[in-house]
């Protein structure tokens, strides 16, 4: 029996395709609704009390309209501050995304790493306690960078972006006391992946990429075993507030297999 629910990924742009692309190459024949909170972009610049007030009822929301299987938070931000809040408001899993701290404390051998996310996701305690259970014999430096989030917007856009501006980011991690050790950067926003090998390309020393993705990929894909899926999947983009596509976008997007568009 066919089952036409789709699984529902969330983000406050397109951040959230790092997530969706390796979910959909474990999981093909499922139906995908990406929404971007454009309406609300960034988050990562906002307070606790504002993303707390803003994403569990817009979710909510999304939820009554779309009748998801899952929900997937592909959002670090949101996903440390709210994950607890939304799993109470709402009736099905959802799945977040925190940042890969145990996965960079496994794989770094000079046992110094950064976490590089927004502002509001460092500042979390959630990143105090991964960075204790899972890094305790680790140096872990963080940096929050709301310019990464927004050239891996204009990336997507099609806006031409500067090796320098990446520099700029990088050094905000590595040039802090023990920067020089760092072999390993966790990319603790989900914008993050869409600009690897830019990162790569600007880094002054090669260094490891680590994001929570296929992970999280993982998990969805444990969450939904044995269940049916839709005989013909679709895939749509909902943004919460109206947007001038590009073509470099609707075609980033469609490289998803997101062809619909629609505006909450
Ligand atoms: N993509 C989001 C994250 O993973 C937030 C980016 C933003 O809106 O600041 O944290």
């Given amino acids: 029996m066919a089952d036409d629910r789709p699984i529902l990924m969330f983000d406050s742009g397109v951040g959230g395709l790092s997530v969706l692309a390796p979910t959909r190459a474990l999981l093909p024949a499922a139906s995908y609704v990406y929404v971007a909170d454009n309406g609300g972009f960034p988050y990562g610049t906002k307070s606790e009390a504002e993303i707390a007030a ?4 817009l979710l909510g929301r999304l939820v009554e309209r779309h009748r998801p299987r899952l929900v997937t938070i592909a959002c670090n931000t949101a996903s440390t501050i709210v ?3 939304v799993r109470a408001a709402l009736d ?11 996965p960079a404390a496994e794989q ?3 046992r110094a790493f950064g976490v590089l996310g927004t502002d509001a996701t460092v500042r979390q305690p959630y990143v ?7 890094a305790a014999d680790c140096l872990v430096l963080r940096h929050g960078s709301a310019r990464l989030v ?9 806006d031409r972006t500067y090796v320098d501006d990446y520099r700029a980011v990088l050094s905000g991690l590595l040039d802090q006391p023990g920067g020089e050790r760092i072999d390993t950067v966790v990319l603790a926003c989900t914008h993050f992946p869409l600009v690897a090998e830019e990162l790569a390309a600007a880094a002054p020393r090669p260094l490891r ?3 929570g993705g296929p992970g999280i990929a993982r998990r969805i894909a444990h969450l939904t075993q044995g269940q049916c899926w839709p005989k013909a999947p679709s895939g749509e983009a909902v943004f919460t507030a109206p947007i001038e596509t590009s073509d470099a976008l609707r075609s980033a997007l469609a490289s998803h297999s997101l062809d619909r568009l629609s505006i909450l």
Avoid: N
């Fill in 128 to 134: 105090d306690d991964l960075s204790a259970r899972f």
């Fill in 108 to 110: 770094s051998v000079t």
């Fill in 150 to 158: 927004e050239l891996a917007e204009a990336k997507l856009r099609g």
């Fill in 54 to 57: 803003r994403v569990p009822a």
């Fill in 92 to 102: 099905l899993p959802v799945v977040g995304t925190v940042p890969a701290i145990k």
């Fill in 209 to 211: 990429f680590v994001d």
């Fill in 83 to 85: 994950l607890a809040a």
